[in-house]
């Protein structure tokens, strides 16, 4: 079950700014092609105690939760529905989403792909959704190698007249530190994510809770952000646990964001079913 987890993990970490939607599904799928099963389902949620969005908070400090239900059958088809709360406003869900992936391998054991298409729905309370960026084109290819590897994910948020590109890439090593702890498997994977997206002036002014400062631009393109984060996975019989620390530097803020680097707690857990 090590490979759903490691795609469960990386949908988790993602949801809240509605990127690696479809690596969830993909990780099911090739869990099933190695056991030779017929399909797969994951449930899994996340807690953040800052929650933020390409290195952007908002000017608002929230924590936040999210959950998913996916299935991926062994062709590489899957569907997947997820939701977002943050903790501190007064609806139950301030996002939910609904979506179809497909899962490709490019080099056996190395090298996957995947792209999703997924479509959102907001409160008001969710400064993402304002503006009438609901949907999303994802793709995802990740590589590795031994204990190394990298991810890249493509995203393409659109929806009323406006978009949203971003490019993430992320290198990472996953150490192994014990397949007997407590019964279960424990291992470390520190990683470093930057975040290269498009900031439109005609997104940013319609966001209720991401007033801009008094110097506007049209439209920017470039670094938004670097994260270093240290997550511990240990993964017992049916369920995973992940709980990590990262380091977030927010670079290029043109609205109220905090503008200094800022860190947050993560506690990730995931449930895969092979059958």
């Not at 997947?80 to 989403?97: G, P, R």
């Not at 990472?172 to 975040?195: D, M, Q």
Request: with cysteine; glycine share 8%.
């Amino acid at each position: 079950m090590d490979d759903i987890a490691d795609y469960a993990l990386e949908l988790i970490d993602e949801n809240t700014d509605q990127k690696g939607n479809a690596n969830i599904l993909a990780k099911v799928k090739e869990d099933n092609d190695n056991k030779e099963f017929n399909n797969g389902i994951l449930l899994s949620g996340s807690y953040l105690t800052h929650d933020y969005y390409r290195g952007r908070d908002f000017g608002d400090v929230q924590n936040s939760f999210s959950g998913t239900a996916a299935y991926i059958h062994k062709t590489g088809l899957g569907a997947y529905l997820s939701y977002y709360n943050l903790m501190n406003t007064k609806a139950f869900v301030d996002e939910f989403d609904i979506g179809i992936t497909y899962q490709f391998k490019i080099i056996e054991d190395y090298f996957d792909g995947s792209v999703a298409l997924a479509h959102s729905w907001y409160n008001d309370s969710n400064s993402k959704g304002v503006g009438g960026l609901n949907n999303l084109i994802n793709a995802s290819f990740n590589y590795s190698y031994g204990v190394l590897g990298v991810s890249a994910m493509f995203d393409l948020l659109f929806g009323g007249g406006t978009r949203e590109f971003s490019f993430t890439f992320n290198p990472y090593c996953t150490i192994p530190v014990s397949k007997n702890f407590l019964s279960g498997a424990l291992s470390v994977e520190p990683g470093i994510t930057a975040i290269i997206g498009q900031q439109d002036y005609s997104v940013l002014q319609k966001r209720k809770r991401n007033p801009l400062k008094t110097v506007q631009t049209n439209s920017t393109f470039g670094i938004m952000d670097y994260e270093f984060s240290l997550p511990i996975e240990y993964e017992h019989k049916y369920f995973t646990f992940r709980p990590a620390i990262t380091l977030i530097i927010p670079v290029n803020v043109l609205d109220l964001s905090t503008n200094k680097p800022f860190g947050c707690f993560s506690l990730d857990v995931e449930l895969p079913i092979s059958f």
